[in-house]
C-alpha cells in the first residue's frame, strides 16, 4: 500500500529504492518543466532562394538553442501545390499564432514572408528582421519588425542576434 512521506508517495517500484524512483520522477518533472519552457520562434524565408542561407538557418539554430528556442523554418517544414494557397495561409497563420517569435531573412524580398510579417505584428508577436549588408532595405517589414539585423558573415548575424536574444529575454520572452 502507498504510504505518503515528506510529500512523497511511494510507488511499487520493481526492485527500485524510494531514491532511485525520485530521481526517475525528477527527471520526468524536470523534462516536463523544459518542454514548458521551450519556445518556438517561426522563420520566414523565400521558398524559392531558401537553399542559398542553409549557413544562415543554421547560425540562427544555433544561437536560439542556447536560449531554448526551437527554431521552426515553415517552408522546410511544408511543402504546398499552388492550388493549396488557403491550406498554405491558414497553416501558416496557425503556426504563427502558436510561437513566441518571428524571425525573418529578407535579402531576398518575398510577398508571402510580408503577409506573414503583418499577421505577426497583428498578433503582437515579436519580429526580428534579418538581411545581409548589400540586400534592399524593406521599409515595409523594417516598419512592422520590432529589432533589425544587418550582417556581413554568420559570425556577425550570430554576434548581433545574442544581442536581441538578449533584450527579448529581460523585456519580452518571460
Known sequence: MPTHREGFQTLPTGGRTESGEKKELDKVL??????LNTMTAYFGISKSKRGE???????????LNNYNVTLEVFVDKYEFTSQQEKEMMET????????????VELTTKAI????????AKAKNKPIIYLKKGDAKYSTTVGGSANHFIEYSDEGELETKLEAVMDELKKTTLT
Not at 524536470?30 to 518542454?35: G, I, K, T
Not at 542561407?53 to 544561437?63: N, P
Not at 508571402?112 to 499577421?119: K, Q
Open 112 to 119: 508571402g514572408v510580408g503577409v506573414e510579417v503583418g499577421y
Open 30 to 35: 524536470n523534462h516536463f518543466e523544459l518542454s
Open 92 to 103: 501558416a497563420f496557425s503556426e504563427i499564432d502558436n510561437c513566441e517569435l518571428m524571425i
Open 53 to 63: 542561407f542553409d549557413q544562415e538557418v543554421d547560425s540562427v539554430r544555433k544561437v
